[in-house]
Antibody, heavy 122, light 110 residues
Framework: QVRLQESGPRLVKPSETLSLTCTVS????????WSWIRQPPGKGLELIGH???????KYTPSLASRVIISLDTSKNQFSLKLSSVTAADTAVYYC????????????????WGQGTLVTVSS | QSALTQPASVSGSPGQSITISCTGT?????????VSWYQQHPGKAPKFMVY???ERPSGVSNRFSGSKSGNTASLTISGLQAEDEAHYYC??????????FGGGTKLTVL
């Protein structure tokens, strides 16, 4: 069974860069699509972006200018960098896997990490 | 793109059925059958409950079912149980590699 685990600093200063890593275990890392989602305290889910096993990325337009998602296949990890953070970026950040039974069709996010709360504060 | 529209809250008594709506546009919900639903208990990660409009992942109770009509998708929970009390989120593919979530619905089991 695939398992995902987020790691990284829990406290980031305003204007700095938030960096998180998701480690994938228990299954294949290749031939999958990987995603980052966030949830501000007491609010709903927002998909930040995703990366394919070939390294192709797609970001939500409102965050695209500040986001980079990258892949390290040698470590079975993918990462999130969000630059120029403000208090509005305080949220629980989840990594997740897309359910894609075929290479052309993905249906949603079937495996999630437990999430990590990142607070932006000086 | 704007978030999909869900009612803020719904409620029902044990044993009853409830339906949660998820309204989008002809560019997302209305144009693709890539609608999924998630259950989230407090302090926990979301759980994949329904996908492809009306398919259930292995292990999800058949009390959960999905449907779609036009630009609106729906999640129906039958035979409500106390453990169903949670937040529920819909998600839809919106084209060009983009995905949208709904704002979430809090289900209260009375």
């Amino acid at each position: 069974q695939v398992r995902l685990q987020e790691s990284g600093p829990r406290l980031v200063k305003p204007s700095e860069t938030l960096s998180l890593t998701c480690t994938v275990s228990g299954g294949s890392f290749t031939n999958e699509y990987w995603s980052w989602i966030r949830q501000p305290p007491g609010k709903g889910l927002e998909l930040i972006g995703h990366i394919s096993y070939t390294g192709n990325t797609k970001y939500t337009p409102s965050l695209a200018s500040r986001v980079i998602i990258s892949l390290d296949t040698s470590k079975n990890q993918f990462s999130l960098k969000l630059s120029s953070v403000t208090a509005a970026d305080t949220a629980v950040y989840y990594c997740a896997k897309f359910y894609c039974p075929s290479s052309s069709n993905c249906y949603g996010l079937d495996i999630w990490g437990q999430g990590t709360l990142v607070t932006v504060s000086s | 793109q704007s978030a999909l529209t869900q009612p803020a809250s719904v409620s029902g008594s044990p044993g009853q059925s409830i339906t949660i709506s998820c309204t989008g546009t002809s560019s997302d919900v209305g144009n693709y059958n890539f609608v999924s639903w998630y259950q989230q208990h407090p302090g926990k990660a979301p759980k994949f409950m329904v996908y492809g409009v009306n398919e259930r992942p292995s292990g999800v109770s058949n009390r959960f079912s999905g449907s779609k009509s036009g630009n609106t998708a729906s999640l129906t929970i039958s035979g409500l149980q106390a453990e169903d009390e949670a937040h529920y989120y819909c998600c839809s593919y919106a084209g060009s590699g983009l995905w949208l979530f709904g704002g979430g619905t809090k289900l209260t089991v009375l």
